[in-house]
Nanobody, 122 residues
Framework: QVQLVELGGGLVQVGGSLRLSCAAS????????MGWFRQAPGSERVFVAA????????IYADSVKGRFTISRDNAKNTMYLQMNSVKPEDTAVYYC???????????????WGQGTQVTVSS
């Protein structure tokens, strides 16, 4: 079993920055890929970013490319999502997920956190 806990959500103004973290426990953190997804009210959960187990490879959704940065610190069992130049459409519950290889699809991940709310105000 893997336990994932997201931290860092909150209220941020348009154009501002926020950093989310995802603390993992229960397995060797560096053994698999990790990802971030988000879900807005009334919408399905969608891919944001993913990172390989070593951190050497990352992929992003087009909607966040150039604004968000995913990273991980395997020594601290923690993954991060640095969110810059946020927009109102970034408002959602953000979830971290753990899997084997990086994937853009929720089905590619075996474990999920409980989510953290990010609200972008204009």
């Amino acid at each position: 079993q893997v336990q994932l806990v997201e931290l860092g959500g909150g209220l941020v103004q348009v154009g501002g920055s926020l950093r989310l973290s995802c603390a993992a426990s229960g397995r060797t953190f560096s053994s698999g890929a990790m990802g971030w997804f988000r879900q807005a009210p009334g919408s399905e959960r969608v891919f944001v970013a993913a990172i390989s187990r070593s951190g050497s490879s990352t992929i992003y959704a087009d909607s966040v490319k150039g604004r968000f940065t995913i990273s991980r610190d395997n020594a601290k069992n923690t993954m991060y999502l640095q969110m810059n130049s946020v927009k109102p459409e970034d408002t959602a519950v953000y979830y971290c997920a753990a899997g084997i290889v990086s994937s853009r699809y929720p089905s590619g991940y075996d474990y999920w956190g409980q989510g953290t709310q990010v609200t972008v105000s204009s």
